[in-house]
């Protein structure tokens, strides 16, 4: 099956460390360009960060910019988020999801099953 998983969530008290994975699984990560999104439920689901296919280029929402780090291995079909200094309102299920460039619009593809982050003291 085509997919990501998603797996590193869990609790943390406000101002924790957490790092997700998501690992490319039956596809070829290495040509597309890879997004974090997260929700909330019963809320709209919303995008956190996206690297392009080479990592040469990152786009946060101003929310996460400067304490969440996208970054990707592609030997390791892996790509990563790095979230530091977590707030409440953090607090969320986070994806990943794939298409071939973080500024053209286009579907995303490869929905994964989501990884649960929890952030209260």
């Known amino acids: 099956q085509e997919q990501f998983v998603e797996s590193g969530g869990g609790l943390v008290q406000p101002g924790g460390s957490l790092r997700l994975s998501c690992l490319a699984s039956g596809f070829n990560m290495d040509v597309l360009a890879i997004k974090w999104f997260r929700q909330v439920s019963g809320k709209e689901r919303e995008g956190v960060a996206c690297i392009s296919r080479y990592g040469d280029f990152q786009e946060y929402e101003d929310s996460v910019n400067g304490r969440f780090t996208i970054s990707r291995d592609n030997a390791e079909k892996t790509v990563y988020l790095q979230m530091n200094t977590l707030k409440t309102e953090d607090t969320a299920t986070y994806y990943c999801?794939?298409?071939?460039?973080?500024?053209?619009?286009?579907?995303?593809?490869?929905w994964g099953q989501g990884t649960q982050v929890s952030v209260a003291s």
């Open positions: 999801a794939a298409r071939r460039s973080c500024l053209v619009e286009a579907p995303f593809k490869y």
